[in-house]
């Protein structure tokens, strides 16, 4: 009988997960700024919402995850680059992030498409820009290391043609 329970549990789990699924193909998404709202910083991984969704039995709070979440598939992400970035933080915090002053006072010229903008209260973040100058993501940085700064820099800021 056990056995039997235990079938019908997997059966609707998985049932659960299609449906799950089939939202998510469909799904809209939210803004950067609603989605930092419900605390999701962008580095959200949709494969990290479905592991989210096996520990935490909060539906909505696994919907709203997929809803801020980037596909995480090879293709997509590894190509996507970006013409300029806002390093936007609270220089009344900087104090608090030795990593970013780091980069800032240090490594911050050799990009020249990224702006340091001091916004008061604000977390450390990226703003990240299209070709337009438009905010594209917004990801929080407040435990990154300086190398892992500059390796997303390299990555995803477009070389400019002063550097």
């Known amino acids: 009988m056990k056995q039997r329970e235990m079938a019908k549990m997997v059966v609707l789990s998985a049932m659960m ?8 193909s469909a799904k809209e998404q939210l803004s950067t700024k609603e989605c930092e709202d419900l605390g999701f910083s962008g580095l959200a991984l949709c494969s990290d919402c479905h592991s989210l ?19 995480d598939s090879e293709d997509s992400m590894s190509k996507v680059t970006y013409s ?12 608090f992030y030795p990593e ?19 916004i008061f209260n604000s977390p450390p973040k990226l703003i990240m820009l ?20 500059l390796q997303y820099m390299r990555e995803k800021v477009k070389p400019t043609a002063a550097s």
């Open 17 to 24: 997960i299609l449906i799950l699924a089939s939202t998510i």
């Open 53 to 71: 969704s096996e520990y935490v039995k909060d539906q909505e709070l696994v919907s709203d995850c997929l809803k801020c979440c980037a596909d």
């Open 84 to 95: 300029g970035a806002i390093l936007e933080v609270c220089m009344r915090k900087l104090v």
């Open 100 to 118: 970013i002053v780091g980069f800032i006072e240090e490594e911050k010229e050799k990009f020249p498409s990224v702006k340091v903008q001091y």
């Open 130 to 149: 299209d070709e337009d100058g438009e905010h594209k993501e917004s990801i929080r940085i407040d435990n990154w290391k300086r190398e892992h700064l």
